[in-house]
């Protein structure tokens, strides 16, 4: 039996994917693994051309791993106290030792020249060590920044499915400026906001049968419709509708007020500078215009 086609989930950051990837989670044969930045910036030491030679290639390897596994299962993360999700801000179930010995076998790997297949088998040895822990046969891979590695994803995993979360511009502005990562005003939000969905919408024209987009304004308002489609698209059959109430029970909440969030807080002059910006792209995926 060929194993599970890989699914990654992906897009620029505060656009849904958490909610996606934790909302799938509650699917019986679907476990979620996310907030895995280990593969994208192994993946950048590994095949990105500007890394350490090949003598040296090993011991950064370790070293990052070493540093990136200490805190497990316990990863820091930047989510609010109102951000409540079933799996949390982050979902590893893999430990530290596990993660080394594995870590240790992608050196090896790397050492005989086998580059991609040693990371395949490195980042599939992991996640299904959670899936196992978790009780479930396939994972679901969740981390934003894979929207803009998705050349080097498709090398390595050949036949995954892409899921590309997107929402509107504005509102994924007005959050990521609260996060305090750098971005300095409207205008480089705006372009931060483009280059993460441009590069999604080129691997979707490029590699149509493994994309699929997810639009944030739809997994709130049509909760039920939204999961479908993806389930169906990754080839899973299940109870949409009942996955929704469930996953609504406790603390979680599907928020539609989330929606809109820019209409009320950005001035007239902040909505020119990021539709001046990103106005073709808000029109591309439907939003309304400033």
């Not at 095949?47 to 370790?62: D, I, N, S, Y």
């Not at 807080?265 to 073709?280: H, N, R």
């Amino acid at each position: 039996m060929s194993a599970p086609v890989p699914v990654f989930i992906g897009g620029a950051a505060r656009s849904g994917t958490t909610l996606v990837a934790d909302m799938l989670g509650f699917h019986p044969a679907l476990s979620p693994v996310y907030e895995t930045d280990f593969v994208l910036d192994l993946g950048g030491l590994i095949f990105g051309g500007q890394g350490p030679a090949l003598e040296e290639l090993g011991a950064a390897v370790m070293s990052y791993m070493d540093q990136w596994t200490r805190p497990l299962p316990l990863r820091p993360h930047n989510k609010r106290d109102y951000e409540q999700y079933h799996h949390g801000p982050h979902y590893i179930l893999f430990d530290r030792t596990f993660g080394l010995q594995r870590t240790a076998e992608l050196i090896d790997g790397l050492s005989q020249g086998r580059a991609v297949d040693s990371f395949r088998e490195f980042v599939q040895a992991l996640f299904q060590e959670h899936c196992r822990l978790d009780g479930k046969p396939r994972w679901v891979n969740k981390t934003p920044r894979y929207v803009l590695i998705l050349p080097t994803l498709r090398h390595v995993f050949p036949n995954l499915r892409f899921i590309h979360c997107v929402r509107d511009g504005r509102d994924a502005a007005c959050s990521a400026l609260t996060r305090g990562w750098g971005l300095d005003g409207f205008k480089q939000a705006a372009a931060w906001w483009v280059n993460s969905v441009r590069a999604g919408i080129e691997f979707g024209r490029q590699f149509p049968d493994q994309y699929i987009e997810v639009r944030y304004e739809d997994l709130l308002c049509q909760s039920a419709a939204s999961i479908e489609r993806m389930l169906t698209w990754v080839g899973e059959t299940g109870d949409a509708a009942d996955i929704v109430t469930k996953y609504q029970q406790g603390k979680v909440r599907i928020d539609p007020s989330r929606i809109g969030v820019w209409r009320r807080t950005l001035t007239s002059e902040d909505q020119k500078v990021f539709q001046d910006t990103a106005g073709d792209m808000l029109a591309h995926f439907g939003y309304p215009q400033s």
